[in-house]
Nanobody
């Protein structure tokens, strides 16, 4: 059974930092791209960053230069380092991985940035 568990969210002031983790069981992250997404209240879920199996990274324009996605295959975990946080970064953050055309999501972790 595939399970993704996000952690590391919380309340932080604008300009602060948080590091999110996405730990997987039942699936190996090493051979697959993994993405971080977020969903703010009343808005659609959007892609934040993705890391390929070869560690190529891509970022949404609204986080480029502030967020960094990385992976530790030995720990089967993907991270999202978030710096210079803004109130508009407030959302539930999810990780996602695909296998055989099936998408697996974690339960999400809340990030709240106060002004």
């Amino acid at each position: 059974q595939v399970q993704l568990v996000e952690s590391g969210g919380g309340l932080v002031q604008a300009g602060g930092s948080l590091r999110l983790s996405c730990a997987a069981s039942g699936i190996s992250f090493g051979a697959r791209p993994v993405g971080w997404y977020r969903q703010a209240s009343g808005k659609q879920r959007e892609l934040v960053a993705v890391i390929s199996s070869g560690e190529t990274t891509n970022y949404a324009d609204f986080v480029r230069g502030r967020f960094t996605i990385s992976r530790d295959n030995a720990k089967n975990t993907v991270y999202l380092q978030m710096n210079s946080l803004k109130p508009e970064d407030t959302a539930v953050y999810f990780c996602k991985v695909d296998r055989f055309a099936v998408s697996y999501w974690g339960q999400g972790t809340q990030v709240t940035v106060s002004a």
